[in-house]
T-cell receptor, first 114, second 116 residues
Framework: EDKVVQSPLSLVVHEGDTVTLNCSYE??????LLWYKQEKKAPTFLFML????IEKKSGRLSSILDKKELFSILNITATQTGDSAVYLC??????????????FGKGTLLTVNP | DVKVTQSSRYLVKRTGEKVFLECVQD?????MFWYRQDPGLGLRLIYF???????EKGDIPEGYSVSREKKERFSLILESASTNQTSMYLC???????????????FGEGSRLTVL
């Protein structure tokens, strides 16, 4: 069964819209939650979240983690066509053992139309 | 900038052939990973390595093996390719736990393998 569930699976918006992407997970004990952006090729790192309630921000993108409710959101304000991509969420297990094994969600395909 | 280079962007092989996918990183990272990415299934970990000559199975190791003889190079081997191994293969690397490990993965651009 999926341990990291992203929603929606796909989303189409117009430039200037604000979008919220969701990531829920079943892993109760983990080291961090990470967000990646994948355009046509390699995923690139966006954020790493370790603490609940602390927002990470980079330009028009922001993300927050809720460890109690087991979810994270990624917000993109004033979307641009260049934001069109698959956004991936991943959970990293706690230190020790196989602590490098990220578990990825299936991603959200965001399409921003001009 | 960290660079992870996958030697083959596109390959077409026949069923039963042996396939080598090569990955090289230039940032002295301890950890290296092989993922495959399929529509509707997302990224799934095949194998990873946290040191030279060390390897651990990921979630879907069947039909694959790996080799890490040098720190910068991690190879994925399909001993006898099958059509269900047609996929996009992504290599990644990261710092080890003793060196400011952040969890961030640096990905290569992918190798799209088609097995006929």
């Amino acid at each position: 069964e999926d341990k990291v569930v992203q929603s929606p699976l796909s989303l189409v918006v117009h430039e200037g819209d604000t979008v919220t992407l969701n990531c829920s997970y079943e892993v109760t004990n983990f080291r961090s939650l990470l967000w990646y952006k994948q355009e046509k090729k390699a995923p690139t790192f966006l954020f790493m979240l370790t603490s609940s309630g602390i927002e990470k921000k980079s330009g028009r993108l922001s993300s927050i983690l809720d460890k109690k409710e087991l979810f994270s959101i990624l917000n993109i304000t004033a979307t641009q066509t260049g934001d069109s991509a698959v956004y991936l969420c991943a959970v990293e297990p706690p230190s020790g053992g196989s602590n490098y094994k990220l578990t990825f969600g299936k991603g959200t395909l965001l399409t921003v139309n001009p | 900038d960290v660079k992870v280079t996958q030697s083959s962007r596109y390959l077409v092989k026949r069923t039963g052939e042996k396939v080598f996918l090569e990955c090289v990183q230039d940032m002295d990272h301890e950890n290296m990973f092989w993922y495959r990415q399929d529509p509707g299934l997302g990224l799934r970990l095949i194998y990873f390595s946290y040191d030279v000559k060390m390897k651990e199975k990921g979630d879907i190791p069947e039909g694959y093996s790996v080799s890490r003889e040098k720190k910068e190079r991690f190879s994925l081997i399909l001993e006898s390719a099958s059509t269900n191994q047609t996929s996009m293969y992504l290599c990644a690397s990261s710092l080890g736990v003793y060196r400011l490990y952040t969890g961030e993965l640096f990905f290569g651009e992918g190798s799209r393998l088609t097995v006929l």
